[in-house]
């Protein structure tokens, strides 16, 4: 099946720890984005990547680092200079200009 | 940035009733979306719409760049439509990247 998977669908952080959210697409898509939402909010930009190898900064970039070493592959890291973490995280990604398809999310939530 | 403003904010029907929700945007746009986001989460693509009309089954959708709205209509409703539908745009000569609004919520009744 073609699509994109998020894991793991809910993550416990402790305070001071570090995180990685996993997104996988096998859409053949060379853009891929992360969004945080918050409840009752929209998504917010997080980080976005319109080709391996370079990725550039959202509206919220503070505390979240990411890599792009596969096409397929755009893993999230939520570190401990993120000073509120709790939130639903969805991957998203898309042909150059085209529609954007997420995935179903990973809930975080800091302990 | 660019504001997308969204309404209603709320929305109560019960089954069978049709709705527009409407969505407001402040500056030019290459791309707009609808998605309905369901109670697990997941965002389901409606309309890729940056203009014109279309539609799809019981919704359709209108986008009218020039004035910098779109309409998402839902005829005869479904307790299966409920959830949040939210409105995305791509602003004119950006990254590509979706500017969300706040969301309605529907709630259909049966």
């Known amino acids: 099946d073609g699509g994109i998977t998020q894991s793991p669908k809910y993550l416990f952080r402790k305070e001071g720890q570090n995180v990685t959210l996993s997104c996988e697409q096998n859409l053949n898509h060379d853009a891929m984005y992360w969004y945080r939402q918050d409840p009752g909010q929209g998504l917010r930009l997080i980080y976005y990547s319109q080709i391996v190898n370079d990725f550039q900064k959202g509206d919220i970039a503070e505390g979240y680092s990411v890599s792009r070493e596969k096409k397929e592959s755009f893993p999230l890291t939520v570190t401990s200079a993120q000073k509120n973490p709790t939130a639903f995280y969805l991957c998203?990604?898309?042909?150059?200009?085209?529609?954007?398809?997420f995935g179903p999310g990973t809930r975080l939530t800091v302990l | 940035g660019i504001q997308v403003e969204q309404s209603p904010p709320d929305l109560i029907l019960q089954e069978g009733a049709n709705s527009t929700l409407r969505c407001n945007f402040s500056d030019s746009v290459n791309n707009l979306q609808w998605f309905h986001q369901n109670p697990w989460g997941q965002l389901i693509n409606l309309f890729y719409i940056p203009s014109g009309t279309k539609q799809n089954g019981r919704l359709s959708a209108t986008t009218v760049a020039t004035e910098r709205y779109s309409l998402l209509y839902i005829s005869s409703s479904q307790t299966t439509d409920s959830g949040v539908y939210f409105c995305a745009v791509v602003v004119s000569g950006s990254a590509r990247q979706l500017t969300f609004g706040s969301g309605t919520q529907l709630t259909v009744l049966p």
């Open positions: 998203a990604s898309s042909k150059r200009g085209d529609t954007q398809y």
